[in-house]
C-alpha cells in the first residue's frame, strides 16, 4: 500500500520515535508564526532560552489581534515584539498588514514543509500543502530555538471529495459539514487529508478556509495536496518557485475514512454556541439579523470579499441591520479596492474596518444584547464575541451577504433571484506590497529590547511536590473550550504579558470568584468533563490556572493543545478511570495523594487519590517518559534550564 500526504511530509521531518498512530514522536520545524496575542509570552520564553538568533529557516511575527490601542499595553507589546524580531531574525508583520493565517498563506508558506504556530488556526496554511500546526507559545519558542516539536503521531484520517460544489456554496460549507457530521471532537488524534478528484475544483483559498476549521474538530491538523491549484495561488503571488507537486500515492490508504460529495454540500450555519452546532440554512430561514461580520481569522482572502462586494453591487444593506468587513490582509484589500469592490461596500452602507481579528477574538465589534450575529469567524463559543449569552451564528460569506440583502437569515441560493452566481475567482496575478513586512537585519545582535511596563518578568514554578492536598475549586462540564477557561477581549487581552494581572479574569463569567478564591486557598483541582479546553493554543489558560495554585485537572478527556500546555506548566493532565466518577465529585470535595513523584517517575499510570469524604478516586496519567520529566520538573521551562545548568 502506497504513502498518504500527511505521512510523507511526517515521514520527511521525523527526528525521533516511530509513525505509529499514538506513539510519541518528533518533528523537525521549517518555519514558526507568532502573532502578538500569544506571542509576547512566546517571545520572553525564547528569551529564556539565551538562543541568541532563531534556528529555523523561517519565523514570522504578526501584530493582527491587540489592535485597539486604550493605553500605552498594546503598543508596549508591539514595540517589544518589534524589537526581538529585529534582534533574533523574525520578520514582523507590522499592524494592519493583516492577519497571521492570511498574511502567511500570501508570502511565506511552502508546500511539503512544516508550520509550528502559536494560534490554533494556523493549519490554514494547509491551502498550500503546507504541514501546520497550532501549538503552545512555549512549544513554539523551543522550536524557534531550534528543539524538534514533540506530539503524539495521529491517525490519518482521508477525506475522499468528489464532485464539485453548487453556485453560492463554498468551502465554509464544507468545513461546517464535517463539523455537522463529526462534532468538536471528531478530529481529536488525527490529521485530515482530503484527497480525490473533487480536491482540484477548490482554489488555495477555499482549501485555507478547510484548513483553517480543522481545528474546530480537534484535529492536529488538516493537509491538501500541492498541485495545479497550489501552483496557481503561489504564481499569482509571485512566489511560483517554491511550488511543488505533492500528493498522496495513488494506492494510499488512511487510518480512517470518510467521503464528501461536493455537489451535495448545502449552505449550511453553525447555531449558537458552538461550532458543531450546524443546521442547513434553510431550516432557520426568516430569523432576523441584527449584525454580520465578514473576514478576519478566516473567508477574509480575495475570492470571499469580493463574493460579498458582488453580491452587494448596487444594492443596500438592510435596514436595521450593521455590516462588517475585516479584511485577512492589506494584500486583500489592495487587491478588492483595484477591482472596484470597496466602493461597491461603500455604497452598500457597509463599514469597513482595518485588516486583523477584530471582532473574531472579542477586539471590538461586540453585538448588543439578544441581538443575532452572523459572522464568517471560525469559533462562536459562548460569550467569545464580548457580549454575554450571545447569539453568534457562523457561516459562509454568501450567506453572510444574503442575510445584509434581506435582513434576515436567507439560503443564499436565493440570491439567483436577484443577480448571476458572481462565480469570483482569486486574481491571476495579484497585486503584492510587502510594506508592512520588516525583514530582520544580517545581524541583530546590537539591537536592544524594548521592554515596557506591560512586560512582567515570567513567575517561577516549583517542581511537583511529592504529596498533594488540593480542593476542587470549580466543577465544569462537557467542551469547555479555553474561552471559558481564560476569556480574550479587549479588556483582558492586553495582559497576556502579565500574568498576575490576567489570571484575576481565570473563569470570570462561569465563576467570577474563582480567581480569588482559588488564589487565597491555593493547592487546587479543577474537575471537568469531555474535550476539556478545546479550542485556541493560548497557553495562558494552564498558565494562569497555574499561577492560582491549580496543580491538576481531572477530566473525561482534554483538547490536544490545552492538554499539552498544561504538562508544560506543570499541571497533571489526569482523566478519570471510571467517567463515572466525574459524578461523585463537587466543588470543595478534598483529594489527597503521597508518593507522588515516585510514581510519576516510575511511569504508573492509576494515581489514587483519597477523598476527604472517604473513599478513592483512581485517576489515569497517561504520559510518555518526556512529559513526566516535564511534570517532575514543574513544567517545560523549568526542564530545559536544568538541562541547560547540568551541561
Ligand atoms: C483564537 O482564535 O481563539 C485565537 C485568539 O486566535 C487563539 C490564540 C490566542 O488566544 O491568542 C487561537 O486560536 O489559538
New binding site residues.
Partial sequence: MGQNLATKILANHLVEGELVAGQPIAIKIDHTLL?D??GTMAMLEFIATEVPRVKVDLAAQYVD?NLLQTDNKNADDHAFLASCAEKFGIYLSKPGNGVSHQVQLERFGVPGTTLLG????TPTAAGLGQLAI?AGGLDVALAMAGHPFHLTCPRIWGIKLTGELRPWVSGKDVILEMLRRHTVKGGVGRIIEYYGPGVATLSATDRATIGNMG?ELGATTTIFPSDRRTREFLEAQGRGDCWRELTADPDAGYDDYDEIDLSQVEPLIACPSSPDNVVRVAEIEGLKVDQVIVGS?VNSSFRDLMTVCRILEGRRIAPGLSFHINPGSRQVLENVVDKGGLMMLLLAGAQVHQPG?LG??GMGQAPGTNQVSLRTF??NFPGRSGTKEDRVYLCSPETAAAAGVYGVVTDPRKLGDLLPWPAVQNPERYLVDDSGIAAPPEDGSRVEIVTGPNIVPFPAFASLPDQLDLEVMIKVGDNIS??TIMP?GNKV?PF?SNIPAISKFVFEQADPEFSERAKAKGDGVVVAGENYGQ????E?AALAPRYLGIRAKIAKGFAR?HRANLINFGILPLTFKNPGDYDRLNRGDRLRIAGLRDQVASGAVELTWQLGSGGEVVTLLNANEREREELLAGGLLNKVREESHGR
Fill in positions: 502573532q496575542a500569544t489581534h502559536a494560534d490554533s488556526h497550532g481545528a481569522s481579528c473574531c477574538i471560525p469559533r479555553t474561552d480574550a487581552l497576556r479550542g485556541s493554543s493560548r495562558h493543545i
